[in-house]
């Protein structure tokens, strides 16, 4: 009697379902939460990427559109004028390559040498590396005001004033490599010991196993100083206009501030014109090496 009573509560006892828990029902639930987000980033880009609109879009206005106040999004009759008296005014395509050229030899440079450098703190074993590895470090501590008349007198006691090589040099050999040789030493840090021994038993040498081994494997912290160093070299200012001296051999940073009417003012819509076409290369270096970059950063702090 007791049994079917049993029997008869359990079958008419009633279970919820489980909840579910598929992929496609946490997809559901996590897609409103998206909307948000992707919303909310939209949102905080609006200050970072107004400027450049703004900058771009002003190269086609007149000046009196320019100062106009409030501003306007969109010029009222576009022109590209401004844009041929970017080269009419200045020798803008042999500035341009000067920045160019320099940029990409103090990027290759800088890679190729901060790569064996940060390979031999992290990986070699000698007396005094810490300490030497600190004395490195310094030269970020130290700003390139301080350094720059002694570096005059010595590009100017070698006949090197008014030419592109202490703008190629300084910077390969000098502080902002510094930088670089921290990135690189904290990628090889990370790279497992095995792949050194591996190398050893195919009779590698150090350079070798440099070479064939730790150098492809680091892209990502590549990719993370060429980003550095492109925007250092490309953006340099202070050096050209102590060491360069005639037109054209200024780079744009120095080309941009020449553009002036014959009072001293500046030509506003060709100014802007000149700018929108130096953040060209920028843009393209970081959407190519964007993954890289950021992988690079964050692999740099693995391991100490």
């Not at 000067?98 to 992290?122: C, K, P, Q, R």
């Not at 360069?244 to 009072?263: C, G, H, I, K, M």
Request: proline share 9%.
């Amino acid at each position: 009697m007791k049994s079917d009573l049993v029997d008869q509560a359990v079958g008419e006892t009633t279970f919820a379902p489980p909840p579910d828990t598929t992929p496609r029902s946490r997809q559901a639930r996590r897609r409103p939460w998206r909307w948000v987000l992707i919303a909310v980033m939209a949102v905080a880009c609006v200050p970072f990427l107004f400027p450049t609109w703004w900058m771009a879009t002003s190269s086609m206005k007149t000046t009196s559109e320019i100062l106009r106040v409030p501003p306007t999004l969109w010029p009222a009759s576009p022109s590209l004028e401004p844009y041929r008296q970017v080269f009419e005014l200045q020798p803008f395509a042999q500035q341009y390559w000067n920045s160019l050229y320099i940029a990409l030899l103090v990027t290759l440079g800088t890679i190729l040498f901060s790569s064996m450098a940060g390979y031999a703190f992290a990986r070699v074993r000698f007396p005094g590396a810490n300490l030497l590895f600190v004395l490195v470090l310094v030269g970020l501590l130290v700003p390139i005001e301080v350094t720059i008349v002694p570096l005059f007198r010595m590009v100017n006691s070698v006949g090197l004033i008014d030419t592109h090589w202490p703008l190629v040099l300084i910077p390969i050999f000098g502080a902002p490599s510094v930088l670089a040789t921290f990135i690189m030493r904290q990628f090889f840090l990370a790279l497992p010991a095995e792949l050194e021994e591996a190398g050893r038993m195919d009779g590698l040498t150090r350079f070798g196993i440099f070479w064939r081994i730790a150098f492809p494997l680091a892209r990502p912290a590549v990719a993370a100083v060429a980003i550095f160093m492109f925007l250092k070299s490309w953006n340099m200012y202070l050096e050209p206009i102590v060491f360069l001296s005639s037109r054209e051999n200024f780079t744009l940073p120095q080309a941009l501030t020449q553009y002036v009417d014959a009072y001293g003012g500046p030509i506003w819509n060709v100014q802007l014109a000149a700018t929108t076409l130096t953040v060209v290369p920028v843009l393209v270096v970081f959407i190519f090496a964007q993954r890289q970059f950021i992988q690079g950063l964050a692999q740099t702090g693995l391991k100490g």
